[in-house]
């Protein structure tokens, strides 16, 4: 999509799930705002629907881009209770998370419908964050890279290279987020490998590795730095520490810190 989206950018993304009315959203995106961004890496903030137009207020100038946390894959209709990615980008959203876990586990979200979500961001100048990630139970029997591959290919299969390189994936395994859980850099880096090796099925180049993909799960000031020390990790997708500016901004840091790569 966008021509100035760069390939693998770092970033670090904030998930605010359903936190913060639109007055403590405000708060938080002003104490973002006078943080600043740190070098080379990207922020987003995705707050919930009715902040987003008081968010984006507060933070034009700032460079803290603005996303969504949803979206529906029509552009309008009659579909009581959902907003469009038409919607998103009219109030100043540039990214949408697409296929969360706590959507594809708790509202029954399949492959397919991920698919097309991703397909509607697209449609709708979005850059989709499409969440993957294995159960514990999918991990302990031994399925991670099954799943995972599924995932990617349930998503990416069927869209042209171009559309491809116009999104962003986070690898969130399901039995880390929210639990103060955190994979280990070992886990993170295999499964972020798997996802590159899934990629270069899909497009003519080498979309494995031109793809920024995010860890996801118990990610805070403590261990982002371990993480984004891998090479394969080019970010984070934040959800609990994000809420607080200070830790999400500790987090930003950390990914700025990290060591230019040669690619
Ligand atoms: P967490 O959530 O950081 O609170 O584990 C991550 C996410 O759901 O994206």
Redesign the pocket.
């Known amino acids: 999509m966008s021509a100035s989206w760069p390939r693998r950018p770092r970033l670090v993304a904030g998930?605010w799930?359903m936190n913060k009315t639109a007055t403590e959203a405000i708060a938080t995106a002003r104490a973002l705002k006078d943080a600043g961004v740190p070098a080379d890496t990207a922020m987003l903030v995705c707050p919930p629907f009715p902040a987003l137009l008081p968010v984006r207020d507060v933070l034009e100038g700032s460079g803290i881009l603005l996303g969504a946390q949803n979206l529906h894959t029509e552009p309008h209709g009659a579909f009581t209770g959902e907003v469009s990615g038409a919607m998103l980008t009219a109030v100043g959203c540039r990214m949408v998370i697409v296929g969360?876990?706590?959507r594809r586990h708790g509202m029954g979200e399949d492959d397919a419908l991920v698919a097309r979500k991703l397909r509607a961001a697209l449609r709708d100048q979005l850059i989709p964050i499409v969440?993957v990630g294995e159960t514990l139970a999918e991990r302990e029997s031994g399925e991670t890279e099954a799943v995972l591959t599924r995932q990617i290919a349930a998503a990416f299969g069927g869209l042209v290279a171009e559309s491809a390189r116009g999104t962003v994936i986070?690898y969130?395994p399901v039995w880390?987020?929210?639990?103060g859980r955190v994979a280990s850099t070992e886990q993170a880096r295999d499964a972020h490998r798997v996802i590159r090796a899934a990629l270069d099925q899909h497009g003519e180049g080498r979309l494995g590795n031109e793809i920024a993909i995010l860890y996801?799960?118990?990610?805070n000031a403590g261990n982002a730095g371990a993480l984004f020390a891998e090479e394969d990790v080019d970010g984070a997708?934040?959800?609990?520490?994000?809420l607080d500016p200070q830790g999400f901004g500790a987090i930003a840091a950390a990914a700025s810190g990290k060591q230019a790569r040669a690619r």
């Open positions: 998930n799930k969360h876990s706590e969440c986070a969130e880390a987020i929210g639990t996801g799960g118990s990610v997708l934040v959800g609990g520490a994000s």
